[in-house]
């Protein structure tokens, strides 16, 4: 079955940066674009960007552009965020997700991100 598996959150001062990593078995891995997605508190799901399949990143969120980047490594079966620059802004939990085809979308658990002095 699809599994996707985030890690790699944690609580950072801003200025900092961290590299969330997310961990995908049960399907071709390297076939399939991947995104992610960050949820603040009291606010709705916000697409953060894509990797293609061919590894080119999409950004969808002005907010992170020059600061965030997606990329993967199909041998690992694994898709990175790294975060650079960190605001209070940027606290959120942060999913992956692929969307399958004929099988829908299959989400991460979620890792939390807190950005504060």
């Known amino acids: 079955q699809v599994q996707l598996v985030e890690s790699g959150g944690g609580l950072v001062q801003p200025g900092g940066s961290l590299r969330l990593s997310c961990a995908a078995s049960?399907?071709?891995?390297?076939?399939?674009?991947m995104s992610w997605y960050r949820q603040a508190p009291g606010k709705e799901r916000e697409l953060v960007g894509i990797?293609?399949?061919?590894?080119?990143?999409?950004n969808a969120l002005d907010s992170v552009k020059g600061r965030f980047t997606i990329s993967r490594d199909n041998a690992k079966n694994t898709v990175y965020l790294q975060m650079n620059s960190l605001k209070p802004e940027d606290t959120a939990v942060y999913y992956c997700?692929?969307?399958?085809?004929?099988?829908?979308?299959?989400w991460g658990q979620g890792t939390q991100v807190t950005v504060s002095s």
């Open positions: 990797i293609t399949s061919a590894g080119n990143m999409i």
């Open positions: 049960g399907f071709t891995f390297s076939s399939y674009a």
């Open positions: 997700k692929v969307t399958i085809r004929l099988w829908g979308d299959y």
